[in-house]
């Protein structure tokens, strides 16, 4: 591929290949051409060799012992280059002619470029990879972390509500968990902190800091990794150097990666049945939760006694590198770092989990189980998102919320489907009640919200310079409510980033823009 990449270079570099990009009219696919084959060459050149020899090191022992870190360590000035060409090369295709008279190039400059756009970030969080992950894995010291995992099954903020957890250490490159608990360990621990008057005018009515399910509610991982580091502070007495969290969906993939876990009692679990174990089996399995909470427990520690196999063995690193980046660029594993620089890098990735501040448009629909119920495993999302007319006063927004119930109205067990919230109104088994926010663009202002068509109050709140709106929002079984809000936003011909909150479904999301607006006013 090299050979190839830097021969088309060199054929589309002379001086008839110049002149011909140059020409008024049409020039357009020689110019196409002549870039594309450059990008190619600097890729095949200067990032694939780069990748594979630092893979190869890191693989290269065939027996078992920890990850070589200061291999990854003394490979970061080659990978941090390695991604600035692959930036280089993103940045010079994106300029080249969109449309030229030669369609057949056009279509293979937009292929090339939608590669690019995936893999400059990936290029540029393997390279941060290089650079924080000596220090993380305990390198320089021993480390230790909390590690919680998440039940997507009841919503929070996050993903899920926070339920069983472990201590993970890391010293040198070994990893161990030397302990395990369950979410009612942590019942009584008060964490002595505050987040400031933001996050306890949004949320103080349920009080995160001292209620462990509800301390996630907040989909700004920062928030709830520091509530559950001063928590477990406060519960043992020691300080952690860092939380992670991740979900079913995440233990799904590791496991894809490095092959099942079977717990103490002989069950083999999968990547094929972890979630619905973990989500819907386990509550008819165990109608006694304490039996249950071990059920769950012992899934967690043979799950993640099989990464930390993996982790220790050569042979299968290669596979559980792949799957923990797939992990970790979905979304379904966040980390949090006590150490400033180290969370600074973090925030500012994926794997941070923070909702991002400034003025760019920006769209998040978070949903809170209002009725402590589990029944968000049969939860359905999607967002429609569009933009209108731009005028003096802003652009018309409007964002349409659809979630569907899909529990069946019958046969569930009375733990998922019990409302500990008491309704003054009759329900049915499996009917659902959610808190659902929408987080908007800052400087955005609410025009109206319906709910099924019919004008309601939301309730006002901001969040990193977001405001956000929040509905109660009741949701039988076996039927669907839709939220509608109309907004006037900044001016803006941009679509929105928008948070996709990680719940047992994916939220479908579609966004349409309007035409004529523009950065400077309407």
């Known amino acids: 591929m090299a050979v190839g990449a830097h021969r088309a270079h060199w054929l589309t570099t002379g001086p008839a290949w110049y002149v011909a990009a140059h020409l008024p009219g049409i020039g357009g696919p020689f110019r196409s051409v002549r870039g594309t084959a450059q990008a190619l060459d600097r890729l095949s050149g200067d990032v694939l060799p780069v990748v594979v020899r630092t893979v190869g090191q890191l693989t290269a022992d065939a027996g078992a012992g920890p990850v070589g870190l200061s291999r990854l360590r003394s490979a970061f000035p080659d990978l941090e280059r390695a991604a600035r060409e692959v930036a280089v090369a993103r940045a010079e295709v994106a300029g080249l002619p969109r449309r030229t008279w030669l369609p057949a190039v056009d279509r293979a400059r937009s292929r090339f470029l939608g590669g690019l756009d995936r893999m400059a970030p990936a290029m540029d969080n393997v390279a941060a990879g290089a650079r924080l992950l000596p220090g993380m894995m305990g390198e320089y010291g021993r480390r230790r972390y909390l590690l919680v995992f998440q039940n997507p099954a009841e919503a929070r903020g996050t993903g899920g509500m926070p339920g069983a957890y472990a201590v993970l250490t890391a010293d040198k490159g070994r990893l161990a968990l030397p302990e395990f608990g369950r979410d009612t360990d942590m019942a009584t621990a008060r964490p002595g902190i505050g987040l400031g008057s933001e996050f306890a005018a949004m949320y103080g009515p349920y009080d995160p800091l001292g209620t462990w399910p509800n301390s996630n509610m907040s989909p700004h991982v920062p928030y709830a990794a520091r509530i559950w580091s001063a928590a477990w502070r406060a519960k043992s007495g020691q300080s952690v150097d860092g939380v992670l969290s991740l979900d079913p969906g995440a233990l799904a993939t590791l496991l894809k990666a490095v092959g099942p876990a079977r717990t103490a009692d002989g069950l083999l679990v999968t990547a094929g049945n972890v979630v619905d174990l973990t989500e819907r089996a386990n509550y008819v399995m165990y109608r006694d939760p304490v039996r249950r909470k071990a059920f769950l427990l012992d899934v967690a520690r043979a799950a993640a006694g099989r990464m930390l196999g993996a982790v220790g063995d050569a ?102 489907t019990a409302r500990l919230d008491k309704p003054a109104h009759a329900t049915r088994d499996g009917d659902n009640r959610l808190l659902v926010s929408y987080f908007a663009t800052a400087s955005a202002r609410l025009v109206e919200a319906s709910i099924g068509g019919k004008r309601v109050l939301a309730a006002p709140g901001t969040e990193r310079g977001h405001p956000v709106y929040t509905l109660d929002v009741e949701v039988p079984a076996g039927e669907s409510r839709t939220v509608t809000l109309h907004l006037l936003e900044p001016v803006s011909d941009r679509a929105p980033a928008v948070l996709r909150q990680r719940l047992a479904r994916p939220m479908r999301v579609m966004v349409s823009r309007g035409a004529g607006c523009t950065g400077n006013g309407a």
Do not use: F, I
């Open 315 to 416: 042979r299968r690193r290669p596979a559980l590198l792949h799957g923990l980046y797939e992990v970790l660029a979905g979304g379904q594993m966040t980390a949090w770092s006590a150490h400033a620089e180290e969370e600074k890098e973090l925030a500012a990735r994926p794997v941070g989990g923070s909702v991002p501040q400034g003025a760019e448009p920006y769209a998040a629909v978070v949903v809170n189980n209002a009725a402590g119920t589990k029944l968000d495993y049969y939860l359905d999302r999607s967002l429609e998102w569009s933009s209108g007319r731009c005028t003096a006063a802003g652009r018309e927004v409007t964002a349409r919320v659809t979630l569907a119930n899909r529990a069946p109205s019958a046969g569930l067990p009375a733990y998922v």
